[in-house]
C-alpha cells in the first residue's frame, strides 16, 4: 500500500511553490508533482521588474528556479511528471502519474493557466523579444514605441488602454467589425488620441529575426495585406485554464476555471484547495498567485489538524 501524505501540490509555479514553502515549514512534508512544464507561464518571461526583491529585476525561470529551491531547502520533494487522473471521491485522494499512484490527505492545485497564442511560428520565436501575452507585465518595455495589441473582448480593450501609457502608439487589430467588449470599453478606446483600431484585420506574421519590428496583417474581406511598424505585439485572446483533470469533480464556472470559497481556497471537496490563476482570471500576477498560494497552504494545515483532531476524538 502507498504511503499516505498529508499534502500534494499539483502544479510548479508562484503558486505551487509558494505553498510548498509554507507546507514545508509547517512540517506537512508536501509533495510537489510540478509537471515537464514546471515553473509557469515565468520560464518563458524574460525580465520581470515588478516583483518585490528584486530591485534590478530578474529572469522569469531564474526567479522559478529560486523558488522552487527555497521549497526544497525545507524538505518539499519534487517529481517531474505530468499528473494523468485524480480521484477525490474517496479518501485518501488518489493521484495518478502514469503507472504510480500517490495518496494524500489534503490536495492543492496551482495548475495555474496559459495565455490563448495565434498559433503563428513567428510569434512563438519572438516571445520575450517584443511579443507579450500581458501588458501589466511588460508594458513598461515599450516606453515611446508603436505596439500592436490583438483581440476583440473587454481584455484586449484594458490591455490597449493600459498600453497608452507607455507607447507613443496603440494599434488594436480585431479580425471583426464588432467587438465582444463592453460598449464603454470601445467607446473609451476610440475616444483615446494615443489609441487606434483597425478592423476586419486578421494577423499573418509577426515580423522581425530577433526582435519585433512589424505585424503584416490581411484584410479578413478583401484579402489585402498591410504591413505596420511595431515593436510591441500583445496578444489578448483570453487565458485557458488548467482543469482538464478536475472538471468532473470540481465545481467550475463556465469558462473553466476552478470555484473556490470567498475569502478561502477551499473548493466543493473539503480537503482540496486551488490556489493561482487556475481560480483566478482578474489579476494572473506572479505575486497574487504566490500570496494564494500562501493561503492554499495555511488553508490545508488548517484543514489537516481539525482531521487530525477528529481522527484523534473518534479513537
Known amino acids: 500500500m502507498t504511503d499516505v501524505r498529508d499534502l500534494i501540490i499539483i502544479g510548479g509555479g508562484p503558486a505551487g511553490y509558494t505553498a510548498a514553502l509554507y507546507a514545508a515549514r509547517a512540517e506537512l512534508q508536501p509533495l510537489v508533482i510540478e509537471g515537464f512544464q514546471w515553473g509557469g507561464q515565468l520560464m518563458i518571461t524574460s525580465d520581470v521588474e515588478n516583483y518585490p526583491g528584486y530591485p534590478d529585476g530578474v529572469m522569469g525561470p531564474k526567479m522559478m528556479e529560486d523558488f522552487r529551491r527555497q521549497a526544497e531547502r525545507f524538505g518539499t520533494e ?18 495518478q502519474v502514469d503507472r504510480d499512484e500517490h495518496l494524500a490527505n489534503a490536495v492543492i492545485i496551482a495548475t495555474g493557466a496559459s495565455a490563448r497564442w495565434l498559433g503563428l511560428e513567428s510569434e512563438q520565436r519572438l516571445q520575450g523579444r517584443g511579443v507579450s501575452a500581458c501588458a501589466t507585465c511588460d508594458g513598461s518595455f515599450f516606453k515611446e514605441k508603436t505596439i500592436v495589441v490583438v483581440g476583440g473582448g473587454d481584455t484586449a480593450f484594458e490591455e490597449a488602454l493600459f498600453l497608452t501609457r507607455f507607447g507613443s502608439k496603440v494599434i488594436l487589430v480585431h479580425r471583426r467589425d464588432e467587438f465582444r467588449a463592453s460598449q464603454i470599453m470601445v467607446k473609451r478606446a476610440r475616444e483615446h488620441e494615443k489609441l487606434e483600431i483597425l478592423t476586419p484585420y486578421t494577423v499573418d506574421e509577426v515580423l522581425g529575426d530577433t526582435s519585433v519590428t512589424g505585424v503584416r496583417l490581411r484584410h479578413a474581406e478583401t484579402g489585402e495585406p498591410l504591413d505596420l511598424d511595431a515593436e510591441g505585439f500583445f496578444v489578448a485572446i483570453g ?64 484543514y489537516l489538524a481539525e482531521l487530525e483532531s477528529h481522527e484523534t476524538a473518534a479513537v
Open 239 to 302: 487565458h485557458e485554464p488548467t482543469t482538464s483533470l478536475f472538471l468532473d469533480q470540481l465545481d467550475h464556472d463556465e469558462n473553466r476555471y476552478l470555484v473556490t470559497a470567498p475569502g478561502s481556497t477551499a473548493t466543493n471537496i473539503p480537503g482540496v484547495f486551488a490556489v493561482g490563476d487556475v481560480q483566478d482570471h482578474s489579476y494572473r500576477q506572479a505575486i497574487t498567485a504566490a500570496g494564494s498560494g500562501c493561503m492554499g497552504a495555511l488553508d490545508a494545515e488548517r
Open 78 to 95: 519534487f517529481v517531474t511528471d505530468d499528473v494523468t487522473k485524480v480521484d477525490f471521491s474517496q479518501r485518501p485522494f488518489r493521484i
